[in-house]
């Protein structure tokens, strides 16, 4: 129920009356007057209350700030008005660390660079197919020769499918694809070396496909054990893009580099590229180890059960699957 209070005769406002020299204020237009209402300095000041209820709640709410209890709102400067504060900028996610992926969930970090891995093998898989041509003018390859050294990677491709996934459900996939980078960028880069003798050439090029064959079925599982199950099918896609993605930058860069610097760089260059991968793939494992985030320790936890068997069970499983 509303509560009515009486004014005293100082604290009423009353216009004067006009006179006919002087207009009155509602005979005139409302733009041509500029009013401002002041209180006076001498005039107690006062509020309206509309209820007894609302009388109470501000009486407790000035009780409670005055103890502290509620945390007063800091009134922003204007002139700062275009900068953003540290607290502020840390509220939005940016605490002023660099990288800025240095703060990014582990199993993001992992699937980025597991989706690098595949461009890298893709590059290193397209790069003999623009280098055999000035490879065959060196060395007298006629075509079957050439062919001969081109198909020599999809042996060890095909052959490396079946196991590359038997070994990843051992191993898992982490410790499988980072060997298998190793073994195809190690085997790329001895290419120029022992391109003058067949039988080498024909192995470097058999190591780089069992390298590259084991590495989606070491993907795959590392997806499954790293990601949460409403992420794998982004990460899957994520990951196998970047074969696309190491196709066409392997064809794009193979042939500049072969006019300026000769077929060799093409397999210096994308083999470093592998084994710098490596390293960096070795401090992510590192980082991993020392603080792994919430979110992995959770999702470790609903891990599946394969991961801990041994040696002697995969090995029955294979038996039986042979049978």
């Not at 275009?82 to 509220?91: I, N, Q």
Request: hydrophobic share 45%.
């Amino acid at each position: 129920m509303a509560s009515l209070r009486l004014m005293r005769a100082d604290e009423l406002c009353l216009l004067p009356r006009p006179t006919a020299s002087q207009s009155s204020l509602f005979n005139t237009p409302f733009r041509a007057h500029r009013t401002q209402l002041a209180a006076s300095k001498n005039r107690p000041k006062f509020r309206v209350l509309s209820s007894i209820r609302e009388r109470e709640a501000a009486v407790k709410e000035n009780e409670r700030v005055a103890k502290g209890e509620v945390p007063l709102v800091p009134v922003r400067d204007p002139d700062d008005s275009g900068r953003v504060s540290s607290s502020s900028a840390d509220e939005v996610g940016f605490d002023g660390k660099w990288p800025p992926w240095k703060n990014l969930p582990q199993r993001y970090k992992l699937i980025g660079t597991t989706s690098l891995a595949f461009v890298i093998c893709n590059m290193d898989k397209v790069n003999l197919s623009v280098a055999i041509i000035p490879m065959s003018h060196q060395f007298g390859w006629n075509s079957s020769v050439a062919g001969l050294v081109q198909s020599s990677f999809f042996w060890g491709y095909a052959l490396s499918q079946l196991p590359g996934g038997w070994l990843a459900k051992i191993f898992g996939g982490r410790k499988v694809l980072e060997i298998g980078v190793l073994v195809w960028s190690l085997a790329t880069a001895l290419v120029p070396v022992l391109a003058g003798f067949m039988p080498g050439l024909l192995l470097s090029r058999i190591l780089v496909g069992i390298g590259e064959g084991v590495s989606p079925s070491a993907a795959t599982d590392l997806i499954a054990r790293k990601m949460p199950l409403e992420e794998r099918s982004r990460a899957v896609s994520f990951v196998f893009g970047g074969l696309s993605v190491g196709s066409v930058t392997g064809l794009l860069l193979a042939p500049p580099l072969i006019q300026n610097f000769g077929w060799e760089s093409v397999f210096y260059l994308f083999g470093f590229l592998g084994i710098a991968w490596y390293f960096g793939f070795q401090l992510i494992e590192q980082e991993e180890h020392k603080g792994p985030s919430v979110a992995s320790v959770s999702f470790s936890r609903s891990q599946p059960m394969y991961m801990n068997r041994s040696w002697d069970t995969s090995l029955k499983e294979l038996g039986g699957t042979l049978k």
